[in-house]
């Protein structure tokens, strides 16, 4: 056997303990005849989102970035019938395939799917009074971040868990200099979480299908 790679090790994971799944499969082949972007969480990543849900207990998730809503099936999945994840996209083609895959899995009495730049629904959300949100996942345009962090703050509870995808993309993350938009706003959501008292937080790095990347978690510790 020649020295496996991580892709190998993750195909190993996945093959173990995230067993196929016709919904969220039928939902990445959807994504891809629609030429949507591969950059979904990995099968293995999607299933420790659900698992942290589910730990949790959580029934009310906030998503920023739906793509074709594979992360939201399985966040859906992870919830009580009368939960909800409202997950937030700026591009109405990708929101078309999202309401298609996620009707297809069933989950359409469970998602709240918002079209529009987050920034500009996330203050109508926040004005409709809806409750908090017990698990926060940011996954959309990195450079926004450091906004998204803010929102996040003002839609959670103490005890709630923020979650940002993203945070490393391999190691891009140390260019202070970097002339990326998105590696500054990754940047400054750390500066950000850093000097945050309300929260503790941690990032951990991850490898696999995707790459070489990183989530960062945080708990709302109060008020
Ligand atoms: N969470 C998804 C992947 C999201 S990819 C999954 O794992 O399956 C990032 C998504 O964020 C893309 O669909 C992109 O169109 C969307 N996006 C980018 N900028 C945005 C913005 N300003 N507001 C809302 N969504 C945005
Ligand atoms: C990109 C976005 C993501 O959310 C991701 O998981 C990977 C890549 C991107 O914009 O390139
Ligand atoms: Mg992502």
Sequence with gaps: MGQPSWNDVDGYIVDRLVPPDDALVAALETNKAAGLPAIDVSPAQGKFLHLIARMVGARRVLEIGTL??????????????????????????????????????????????????????????????????????????????????????????????????NVVRDGAVLDANSGDKDIQGIRRFFDDLAGEARLSATAIQTVGSKGWDGFAIALVDRG
């Design 68 to 165: 074709g809503g594979y992360s939201t099936i399985w966040f859906a999945r992870a919830l009580p019938s009368d939960g909800v994840v409202v997950t937030l996209e700026a591009l109405p083609e990708h929101a078309a395939v999202a309401r298609k895959n996620i009707e297809r899995a069933g989950l359409t009495a469970k998602v709240d799917l918002r079209v529009g730049p987050a920034l500009e629904t996330l203050p109508l959300l926040a004005g409709e009074g809806g409750g908090v949100f017990d698990m926060i996942f940011i996954d959309a345009d990195k450079r926004s971040n450091p906004e998204y962090l803010r929102w996040a703050l003002k839609l959670a509870r103490v005890g709630s868990v923020i979650i940002v995808d």
